[in-house]
């Protein structure tokens, strides 16, 4: 599957949180959306991994989510540099969101 937004987030919810009202906006215009979470957010202060999950499950639901999914990297052991970022890339190309079309080929399509 393609998709029109591909939106990545350091924890569970910070997409949500970052731009859903975007997300909500084009999901109602027939437009495809993914996230890729990139940690559990296991070190934040307002709230656990496993309710961050449980939110994010939830808001997948309610906003009719295309695809997610999560590269579970230790929370605060990333950098945004070119070495992390690169590594991220890795990840995806040789992960399932490969077989749905996320991290080959993003030619064309809107990275928020």
């Keep these: 599957m393609k998709y029109d937004i591909l939106a990545f987030g350091a ?3 910070d997409v ?3 731009c859903g009202g975007t997300i909500a906006k084009s999901l109602s215009q027939k437009k495809k959306v993914a996230i890729i979470d990139i940690t559990r957010g296991e070190l934040g202060t307002r709230g656990s991994k496993d309710i961050r999950k449980k939110e994010s499950t939830k ?3 309610i906003l009719g989510i295309n695809h997610r ?3 579970d990297l230790n ?3 990333f950098k945004n540099d070119k070495k992390d970022i690169i590594y991220i ?3 995806l190309y040789t992960s399932d969101a490969a077989d749905e ?3 080959v080929d993003l030619g064309g ?3 928020i």
């Design 109 to 111: 399509r809107r990275i």
């Design 59 to 61: 808001a997948n639901k």
């Design 89 to 91: 890339g890795c990840l």
């Design 11 to 13: 924890h569970p919810d």
């Design 101 to 103: 079309g996320l991290g």
């Design 75 to 77: 929370d605060g052991f």
């Design 69 to 71: 999914e999560n590269l």
């Design 16 to 18: 949500e949180l970052g």
